[in-house]
T-cell receptor
Framework: GAVVSQHPSRVICKSGTSVKIECRSL??????MFWYRQFPKQSLMLMAT?????????EQGVEKDKFLINHASLTLSTLTVTSAHPEDSSFYIC????????????FGSGTRLTVV | DAKTTQPNSMESNEEEPVHLPCNHS???????IHWYRQLPSQGPEYVIH???SNVNNRMASLAIAEDRKSSTLILHRATLRDAAVYYC??????????FGKGTHLIIQP
């Protein structure tokens, strides 16, 4: 149980276009999802927290107009990278609270975004 | 999350036990100790967590010092599939995780 499905696993897009990444909780409901970004050889950095039915909260330094987050249902959260640039190339990962583990989380498999 | 300190890397041989240390001298009384690992090109995976007592599950064991200022993740019989970055994280609430650099575990065949 407690599976988070993330798609796509890998995407290449042209500079200036937008890319949507989806995360679905398959066997549980997630009122909250967290989005992280990981650059090569670095650790994960929390970008934003999405809450079902309300606006996402963004970490300092993360542009909310560039990284659009929608949490339209209890099982789906999406991250849209708008007007992507090469510096947005990174590994994006979502996570949701993990039932049965105090303050624990289940992670998606990640999306490798390459902007050319 | 309170700060943790881990070695940058460790190396072990296949089928031998591995002890991954974590220091957390500023841990508060309500902080849980969580361990995650991240295999190459994958999202992190929950390994184990504990509060005061030692814990065992199918993946690993967690040994927590009596003063809780340090802990050790124990992989009883490492395999090549255990090669990953292991993160020790203190959790006092339900906000997002703060990842440090973790320990890069290398398993030699």
């Amino acid at each position: 149980g407690a599976v988070v499905s993330q798609h796509p696993s890998r995407v290449i897009c042209k500079s200036g276009t937008s890319v949507k990444i989806e995360c679905r909780s398959l066997d549980f409901q997630a009122t909250t999802m967290f989005w992280y970004r990981q650059f090569p050889k670095q650790s994960l950095m929390l970008m934003a927290t999405s809450n079902e039915g309300s606006k996402a909260t963004y970490e300092q330094g993360v542009e909310k107009d560039k990284f659009l987050i929608n949490h339209a249902s209890l099982t789906l959260s999406t991250l849209t990278v708008t007007s992507a640039h090469p510096e947005d190339s990174s590994f994006y990962i979502c996570s949701a609270p993990r039932h049965g583990v105090t303050y624990g989380y289940t992670f998606g498999s990640g999306t490798r975004l390459t902007v050319v | 999350d309170a700060k943790t300190t881990q070695p940058n890397s460790m190396e072990s041989n296949e089928e031998e036990p591995v002890h991954l240390p974590c220091n957390h001298s500023t841990i508060s009384g309500t902080d849980y100790i969580h361990w995650y690992r991240q295999l190459p090109s994958q999202g992190p995976e929950y390994v184990i967590h504990g509060l005061t007592s030692n814990v065992n599950n199918r993946m690993a064991s967690l040994a927590i010092a009596e003063d809780r200022k340090s802990s050790t993740l124990i992989l009883h019989r490492a395999t090549l599939r255990d090669a990953a970055v292991y993160y020790c994280i203190l959790r006092g609430g339900a906000d997002g995780l703060t990842f440090g650099k973790g320990t890069h575990l290398i398993i030699q065949p």
